[in-house]
């Protein structure tokens, strides 16, 4: 019997309407339209601005749109995983609440959290899942409301993220073509380097952590900069030259969207032109679990059966990776 294979038969995306400009983050912190384009690349973020909506609002409207793209069925979806580092609440699984708003009454659901590698690493455990043979239909979500977890008096942070949703259908693949290979790393080495202080077991919720803004996120920026350069481009080449290609033969390489600097690096060290690399950092920023998913319902107009892509992301933990995958369909 040939081996199952995993492959990508639908996507979805959604991103608030409400643009936060480089105009107004001046009116906001110290900064200028010029830093923030020539350092990061970043113009405008979307933000969720309704107070009483979460991660999982962001997270439903793309699944949605994923289901009407392609007239899918929820209820014959068998697992629905969202990655995020922004879950509704820290305990009911947001994953459960979506999956039941979306009418999957017969998946089984759990969040995942990896930081910004967290949808590259919930697309490897679709992909098993469907490899085994043990589920037909995995949906992947990779949403985050970063805008509930900045502090948007310092501008070291702020200015860099922003919200969004992705969403994609892992199913067993009609055609050759789908999920070929992944490397996937992590090290604790990292933890100092981009977290949250407050709100987890070592320091739980009080009125010192609110006081000393311990609940946003805190990022060394220049050392986070230096990991991820050297070690997503590092994956990226490993997986192109252990699958035995060369840069003419990959069509896309779908970069995690964090800073423009490093997916150049990253397509350097590829040796892959601009017009092979998806970018869109310019009106999304970084959406951390979001990037990829969002990457590929931009792109989907322009995908055909049997493009090559290299996925490659790194975030927080640190943990970072890539995955190689033929593209299933054409549009
Ligand atoms: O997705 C998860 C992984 N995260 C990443 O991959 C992010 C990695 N890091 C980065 O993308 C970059 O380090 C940043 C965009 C966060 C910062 O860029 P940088 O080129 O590393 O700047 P820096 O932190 O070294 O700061 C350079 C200067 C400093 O001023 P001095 O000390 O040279 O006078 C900062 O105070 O720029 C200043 N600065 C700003 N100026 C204007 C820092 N933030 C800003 C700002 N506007 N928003």
Redesign the pocket.
Same mark, same amino acid.
């Given at each position: 019997m040939s081996k199952i294979k995993a492959a990508i038969t639908a996507v979805g995306s959604y991103a608030p309407e409400y643009k936060l400009t480089n105009a107004i983050?001046e009116t906001m912190?110290? /900064?200028?339209d010029e830093?923030?384009q020539s350092? /990061?690349g970043i113009k405008e973020r979307r933000i969720l601005q309704d107070k009483d909506k979460g991660t999982s609002f962001l997270a439903i409207k793309s699944a949605q749109d994923l289901l009407e793209s392609k007239n899918v069925d929820p209820a014959t979806i068998d697992l629905v995983v969202v990655a995020t580092v922004t879950p509704d609440m820290p305990v009911a699984s947001t994953a459960a609440y979506v999956a039941t708003q979306i009418g999957a009454v017969n998946a089984f659901s759990f969040d995942l959290m990896a #930081?910004?590698s967290g949808f590259l690493y919930a697309m490897s455990l679709a992909a098993s899942y469907i490899e085994s043979g043990r589920y037909k239909k995995v949906l992947i979500i990779g949403a985050d409301k970063m805008s509930s977890i900045l502090d948007y008096t310092d &501008?070291? /942070?702020?200015?860099?993220f922003g919200d969004g949703a992705g969403a994609v259908l892992f199913e067993p693949s009609s055609n050759e073509y789908g999920f070929e290979d992944q490397i996937l790393k992590s090290d604790g080495i990292g933890r100092e380097f981009?977290k949250i202080d407050a709100g987890g077991s070592i320091l739980p919720p009080s009125h010192q952590t609110i006081d000393d803004k311990l609940h946003y996120v805190f990022?060394d920026?220049?050392t986070?900069?230096k990991? #991820?350069v050297s070690n997503m481009a590092s994956v990226a080449e490993e997986i192109v030259i252990r699958n035995g290609l060369t840069n003419e033969d990959v069509d896309w390489l779908v970069p995690?969207? #964090?800073?423009k &600097?490093?997916i150049d690096a990253t397509a350097k060290r590829v040796n892959l032109p601009e017009e092979k690399v998806m970018m869109n950092i310019e009106r999304y920023g970084?959406t951390?679990s979001a /990037?990829l998913p969002l990457l590929l319902k931009e792109y989907e107009p322009k995908l055909k059966k049997g493009d090559k892509l290299v996925f490659a #992301?790194?975030?927080?933990g640190f943990t970072w990776g890539s995955i190689l995958l033929t593209w299933a369909y054409d549009n």
């Open positions: 983050l912190v110290d /900064t200028n830093w923030i350092r /990061t #930081a910004c &501008r070291s /942070t702020c200015i860099i981009l990022q920026g220049k986070v900069f990991y #991820a995690h969207q #964090a800073n &600097r490093i970084n951390t /990037t #992301a790194f975030g927080g």
